[in-house]
């Protein structure tokens, strides 16, 4: 007697399925490569981060009892400093800015994060008489944005820093030489830092940008 095969139709084309499901996928067609496999978030940005502190990206000046630092807020700038350093300056330069931008009137103002200290006690200061001379040009500040509270009374307490955003035109031109001048004293130490700079932008695989640098 012939055996006859039963087995049901809807499970013989189940079983089909499953071993098409488990089969290999397709060789690439010849003359052909597989494209790239997708990089990991942490690999998104191939450049590395900067290493900078602060006070080496920033002026530093003496002027009578005073002193004041100025740090540029320019987004490629904060690239080269430690990340510590650079997020909170961003944070600060992204609080700030949008109102800066309001007061000012000027669409791409540069941002400078501003401190004034002295070791004497009753030291004034004039906030706008810090001046940028940039391309043979002086430039005053035109927003001025306090972050601490007595920033408003000009006097400084013994050892006490006052700081606030400071914004100016868009004539500046932070990849030139720049003169910070404050109640006639001036200091061009800003091409010293800006070769720091450059250099640790070379080291972490960023370009200097052209333009005005802002």
Do not use: N
Not at 49 to 57: A, H, P, W
Not at 76 to 88: G, N
Not at 97 to 124: I, K, N
């Amino acid at each position: 007697m012939r055996r006859i095969d039963r087995t049901a139709p809807g499970l013989l084309g189940a079983a089909m399925f499953v071993w098409a499901g488990c089969a290999p996928p397709p060789a690439p067609a010849a003359g052909t490569r597989p494209g790239p496999a997708p990089r990991p978030a942490a690999e998104a940005d191939p450049a590395g981060s900067g290493s900078l502190r602060q006070d080496q990206i920033s002026v530093r000046m003496t002027a009578g009892p005073v002193q004041i630092q100025v740090t540029p807020l320019a987004e490629w700038i904060l690239a080269t400093a430690a990340p510590d350093t650079r997020d909170r300056l961003r944070r600060i330069a992204e609080t700030h800015r949008a109102e800066l931008v309001r007061r000012s009137g000027v669409e791409e103002p540069a941002l400078f994060l501003v401190s004034f200290t002295s070791g004497e006690p009753g030291a004034e200061f004039q906030p706008g008489d810090l001046h940028l001379l940039s391309r043979g040009l002086r430039e005053r500040p035109v927003a001025i944005r306090a972050i601490t509270p007595g920033w408003g009374r000009q006097r400084l307490a013994q050892r006490s820093t006052e700081t606030a955003v400071y914004a100016y035109g868009d004539a500046i031109d932070l990849t030139r030489d720049l003169t910070v001048a404050y109640q006639g004293t001036e200091d061009v130490s800003w091409s010293a830092r800006l070769t720091v700079i450059e250099a640790e932008r070379v080291r972490i695989g960023r370009t200097v940008p052209g333009g005005s640098g802002r």
